[in-house]
């Protein structure tokens, strides 16, 4: 079965420290992915989306995600960070041609000011 | 114009009680989702339903059942709650990405 892995659990940083998110999958195939955020009582939303072409990808918010075929890995990035990125965030991966979307069990962020 | 809505936004109840929770889309997508979301934040999909067709999470307990009057609703209901059954539940429209609702907080008492 498939599995998605977010090796990092809690995260706690000082705002302008660099973040980085691991996020790997297990599928051997074609895979779309994904990262959400999921601010403090609110629903999960779109950071960024990998379907095809540059494995760098830019998302909102100064994110970005690196796909690594190799590697079946997706990180998330963030040069900076501020204390509004306070959140979960979720790595998702849907089998190319699949509507099913497997899950990370997601990583919470803590931001200091 | 709120693209997926969801109702109630929080439930309480008592054990044993049937409920529902509603979820609309205006985005005219084709396949929505449930999910339910446990203390920990787990994401775990209950329901996918594509063009009319519905599959399911066997580990869903068979309580739990979808029910899409059109597509633009894909309604849960709930028989016989129970305890473990408190949790976030969301529901999501699909299309390329994931659009979801803003959540329904179930707790059984």
């Known amino acids: 079965a498939q599995s998605v892995s977010q090796h990092n659990h809690h995260v706690i940083l000082s705002e302008a420290a660099s973040l980085e998110l691991g996020c790997n999958y297990s599928?051997?195939?074609?895979?779309?992915l994904f990262w959400y955020v999921q601010y403090p009582g609110q629903h999960l939303q779109l950071l960024l989306k990998?379907?095809?072409?540059?494995?760098l990808v830019k998302g909102i918010k100064g994110f970005e995600a690196e796909f690594i075929k190799s590697k079946f890995s997706f990180n998330l990035r963030k040069p900076s960070v501020q204390w509004s990125d306070t959140a979960e965030y979720f790595c998702a991966v849907n089998p190319g041609g699949s509507y099913i979307p497997t899950f990370g069990r997601g990583t919470s962020l803590i931001v200091h000011p | 114009d709120t693209a997926v809505s969801q109702t109630p936004k929080y439930l309480v109840t008592q054990m044993g009680n049937d409920k529902s929770i509603k979820c609309e889309q205006n985005?005219?997508?084709?396949?929505m989702y449930w999910y339910k979301q446990d203390s920990k934040k787990f994401l775990k999909i209950m329901f996918s339903?594509?063009?009319?067709?519905?599959?399911i999470n066997e580990t869903v307990p068979n309580r739990f059942s979808p029910k899409s009057p059109d597509k633009a609703h894909l309604n849960l209901h709930i028989n016989s709650l129970e305890l473990g059954d408190s949790a976030v539940y969301f529901c999501a429209s699909v299309h390329n990405e994931q659009f979801f609702g803003p959540g329904t907080r179930l707790t059984v008492l």
């Open positions: 339903y594509n063009n009319k067709e519905l599959i």
């Open positions: 985005l005219g997508h084709d396949t």
């Open positions: 990998y379907f095809s072409g540059d494995p």
């Open positions: 599928y051997g195939g074609t895979v779309n």
